[in-house]
């Protein structure tokens, strides 16, 4: 049968691009890939092990539900933002933080790690700081570890949380410089 042009199928082109995996096995792979940094981020944005975790596979069960959709795009990008919606629900669902004090909080995490091959002097300094962290406020927190930590722009923030470009400045300034007090008083102790 002729197409619009007069030519029969036997005349057509066709261009097939095998790319010999299956989506689910892009999806494997970045998952493979990816739980690493989506844990860490998971870990600053609720400073509990066992939270991240759960955050964490939250962002790849969602991910991989609208893995047809993404898998040409940014999996990553819409995996980070699942990884802070589901947290922000996790804030209103509870209406309270139970927050550890800093002590039993690394006590805890030094009985459940296993030894770690950075050097001790960038363990301490990574603990001081993820401490200081859990002390920030939650709105204050979320800002500073997405613009700094992951080093995302204003604009990405803004979008990311649904707040507005302001917002981020002023939760920033404001973390960061608690942030500074905070670990300044640790340097002094």
Same mark, same amino acid.
């Given at each position: ?59 790849? *069960? @969602?991910?991989? =539900?609208?893995?047809? #959709? +993404? ?9 980070? $933002?699942? &990884? ?42 990574? *603990? @001081?700081?993820? =401490?200081?962290?859990? #002390? +920030? ?9 997405? $613009?700094? &930590? ?40």
């Amino acid at each position: 049968m002729p197409d619009p042009e007069g030519r029969t199928t036997g005349d057509l082109e066709f261009s097939v691009v095998r790319t010999g995996m299956s989506a689910e096995e892009q999806f494997r792979l970045f998952a493979i890939e990816s739980t690493a940094a989506l844990h860490r981020i998971a870990y600053l944005l609720c400073g509990d092990d066992h939270r991240a975790h759960d955050l964490t596979q939250i962002a790849l *069960e @969602r991910t991989y =539900r609208h893995w047809s #959709r +993404l898998k040409d795009g940014n999996p990553f990008a819409y995996a980070r $933002r699942v &990884l802070a919606t589901a947290r922000i629900d996790g804030w209103r669902r509870t209406r309270r933080e139970v927050l550890q004090s800093p002590e039993t909080v690394a006590v805890a995490q030094e009985a459940s790690r296993a030894p770690a091959a950075d050097s001790g002097a960038q363990v301490a300094e990574r *603990e @001081r700081l993820v =401490r200081a962290l859990r #002390r +920030l406020g939650p709105s204050q927190r979320r800002v500073v570890v997405l $613009r700094h &930590l992951l080093d995302r722009s204003e604009a990405d923030v803004a979008e990311e949380l649904s707040v507005s470009v302001g917002t981020v400045k002023s939760q920033g300034a404001r973390g960061l410089a608690r942030l500074r007090e905070l670990l300044s008083e640790g340097q002094d102790a």
